[in-house]
């Protein structure tokens, strides 16, 4: 019989995955393999790939291998010692996002801490060679903190995102336990940082709710990134990967993450996505949509 703490964390029905193995998946995981490339959908176990890649057809690029040299504990991407960099990826990246007709892609990456650069300057080549073959498509990235190192940013930052994204992950008092060589402040010291010197490039990061945080603690982080000058803010539910990974404390119910979203843009977001599926780049067209709007009606306002 199970004990009233295994009824409590029994998964609940709202997370009952949607399974889409149509053309539009199966061309999109061939034509993965056939360019020699990584996604974060399939590395990091992302819930929403059967949504994205078989309804919306969109897809999150990993690139700098798929090997992290970080094992933070609520992520199933492998940890240990990379590969050599591969200088041909930027170019793939940029066909395959091409072949797909993407108007937003997303671009994350492991963390490369054996990288004196923590592989910046492949992230901007990156960029710049989808830019050169898809002059209309928006493109986001994801990347680790790089070590703390904000010259590495502003090579990132130099070849012009359209939003940088940077995951906060948790609250401070349980980042040293959830998170594996990144500290609560670097992340947001990346984030202010970034908008002082690039204004005009919209920031976004992203809470996962589960790992024992209280609601107060939640709230703290929303003034956080806001202090910060964050536009964009994602919540979504921590899912346990395996069995070695942190357990899951607590399930929120959407009508909690109709709360915070709620409470997000009361507290001054641009745009604000949250929900039980939620991940950092779920929907990620909408968001660079949503805050372009924003900024276009600030800027209507301030004439």
């Known amino acids: ?59 999150t690029f990993m690139i700098l291998g798929a090997v992290c040299t970080r094992a933070c504990r609520f992520c199933a991407v492998k940890t240990g010692l990379p590969n050599e960099l591969d200088l041909e990826e930027p170019e793939r990246v940029a066909e395959s996002v091409e072949l797909m007709n993407l ?111 209280t609601w107060e603690e939640i709230l703290e982080v929303m003034d956080d990134l806001r202090a910060n000058d964050v536009d964009i803010m994602t919540i979504g539910q921590y899912l346990q990967p395996s069995r070695k990974h942190l357990k899951v404390q607590k399930y929120y119910t959407p009508l909690e993450f109709g709360k915070l979203r709620k409470i997000a843009m009361e507290k001054g977001f641009k745009h604000c996505q949250a929900g039980p599926m939620v991940r950092s780049s779920y929907h990620a067209d909408e968001q660079v949509n949503e805050a372009a709007k924003a900024r276009q009606a600030m800027g209507e306002i301030a004439e």
Do not use: Q
């Not at 399974?19 to 199966?26: C, E, M, V």
């Not at 990347?143 to 502003?154: A, Q, R, T």
């Not at 008092?173 to 940082?193: G, H, N, Q």
């Open 103 to 213: 108007k937003h892609v997303v671009i994350t990456a492991v963390a490369r801490d054996d990288l004196k650069d923590g592989g910046s300057h492949v992230y901007a080549e990156t960029i710049r060679k989808v830019r050169e073959r898809n002059p209309f498509t928006t493109i986001e990235v994801l990347p680790s903190d790089m070590g703390g190192s904000f010259d590495n940013w502003v090579t990132l930052l130099d070849a012009k995102p359209d939003i940088l994204n940077h995951n906060i992950e948790t609250v401070r008092r349980l980042t040293p336990r959830v998170r594996a060589r990144a500290t609560y402040d670097r992340s947001l010291e990346v984030l202010r940082r970034s908008k002082e010197l690039y204004p005009d490039i919209p920031t976004k990061s992203s809470l996962m709710l589960g790992l024992g945080e």
């Open 1 to 59: 019989m199970a004990t009233k703490n295994e009824e409590i964390l029994r998964k609940p029905e709202w997370l009952k995955i949607k399974l889409n193995t149509n053309k539009n998946y199966t061309g999109l995981k061939k034509m993965m393999r056939e360019k020699n490339l990584h996604t974060v959908c399939e590395e990091a176990r992302c819930p929403n790939i059967h949504e994205c890649w078989g309804e919306r057809r969109t897809a």
